[in-house]
Nanobody, 124 residues
């Protein structure tokens, strides 16, 4: 199983930016699908962004134009660049991977490996 470690979470003010990183114990090229999810306590885990084979990207509507997912196979790292952050972006953010393509890449059950999460807090 692929081991994933997220980093980059922090507390920022609205309008600020953060870049989350997801580093793997193996190779990012060994998994076809990578995703970022977020979850508030008591709420369902929400798909934020996904990237398939390094080029096909999907985003949930609320982050389109603000977040960008990317993949660097040389560094075995997947990134989530988050700009113009809003208080509603506050959540624990998780990285996930899957060896396969998914028809709905923002659905959590499409993924087989998960990291432990990194907290993002956005203040007004």
């Amino acid at each position: 199983e692929v081991q994933l470690v997220e980093s980059g979470g922090a507390s920022v003010q609205a309008g600020g930016s953060l870049r989350l990183s997801c580093t793997t114990s193996g190779s990012t090229a060994s998994s076809d699908l990578w995703g970022w999810f977020r979850q508030d306590p008591g709420k369902a885990r929400e798909g934020v962004a996904a990237i398939y084979r390094g080029f096909s990207r999907s985003y949930t509507d609320s982050v389109k134009g603000r977040f960008t997912i990317s993949q660097d196979d040389d560094k075995n790292t997947v990134y989530l660049q988050m700009n113009n952050l809003k208080p509603e972006d506050t959540a624990m953010y998780y990285c996930a991977s899957s060896p396969d393509w998914a028809a709905r890449p923002l659905r959590p059950n499409e993924y087989t490996s998960w990291g432990q999460g990194t907290q993002v807090t956005v203040s007004p």
